[in-house]
T-cell receptor, first 113, second 116 residues
Framework: QQQVKQSPQSLIVQKGGISIINCAYE??????FPWYQQFPGKGPALLIA?????SEKKEGRFTISFNKSAKQFSLHIMDSQPGDSATYFC????????????FGKGTRLHILP | DAGVTQSPTHLIKTRGQQVTLRCSPK?????VSWYQQALGQGPQFIFQ???????QRGNFPDRFSGHQFPNYSSELNVNALLLGDSALYLC???????????????FGAGSRLTVL
């Protein structure tokens, strides 16, 4: 049973465009929803995170939109740059400082120069 | 400031063998967790160590075991290796509750295990 479903599996966006990655979760006990960015040969790195008591969080070009009733959340990357090309994982956990994090399968993003 | 360091970077084993992977957490961190990342998949939580004890465990068999040392470093041991154990094994660390960085889980670059 996949607790966090992520789509699309891969995404190609023109430089300057908007990249959108969607995720859905099943377990209503989840209370923390981070996004991780992973470059080839590196471990995942925390990009941005949200808790379900807010509907949107923005940090620079990265925005999380959260729909608690639909149990869905998404990552928007504005003005996408070639340096954003990486694999992105949505994730969920029951607490902010919980290491038992459930990851989605990932989205491989490629930004065309 | 060195982040999370893992060794070895790559290794090849045969079915039935045993493997030990090592992790040094980021300076100031005292909690270590291990994840398995199969090719093309997201990381899966194996277990977490704090104060030299296993605190949480994911859905992995007893063939997977670990240890945390007084200096907070950690080892992951896998016995009776199967072909399906081939994956990138990631170590992650964080600082204790109330300390700076407690909310951020920092990952190492991983150890790539190939089982033939």
């Amino acid at each position: 049973q996949q607790q966090v479903k992520q789509s699309p599996q891969s995404l190609i966006v023109q430089k300057g465009g908007i990249s959108i990655i969607n995720c859905a979760y099943e377990n209503t006990a989840f209370d923390y929803f981070p996004w991780y960015q992973q470059f080839p040969g590196k471990g995942p790195a925390l990009l941005i995170a949200i808790r379900p008591d807010v509907s949107e969080k923005k940090e620079g070009r990265f925005t999380i939109s959260f729909n608690k009733s639909a149990k869905q959340f998404s990552l928007h990357i504005m003005d996408s740059q070639p340096g954003d090309s990486a694999t992105y994982f949505c994730a969920a956990s029951k607490r902010v400082r919980d290491d038992k994090i459930i990851f989605g399968k990932g989205t491989r993003l490629h930004i065309l120069p | 400031d060195a982040g999370v360091t893992q060794s070895p970077t790559h290794l090849i084993k045969t079915r039935g063998q045993q493997v030990t992977l090592r992790c040094s957490p980021k300076s100031g961190h005292d909690t270590v967790s291990w994840y398995q990342q199969a090719l093309g998949q997201g990381p899966q939580f194996i277990f977490q160590y704090y104060e030299e004890e296993e605190r949480q465990r994911g859905n992995f068999p007893d063939r997977f075991s670990g240890h945390q040392f007084p200096n907070y470093s950690s080892e992951l041991n896998v016995n009776a290796l199967l072909l399906g154990d081939s994956a990138l094994y990631l170590c992650a660390s964080r600082s204790g509750t109330g300390r700076p960085g407690a909310n951020v889980l920092t990952f190492g670059a991983g150890s790539r295990l190939t089982v033939l």
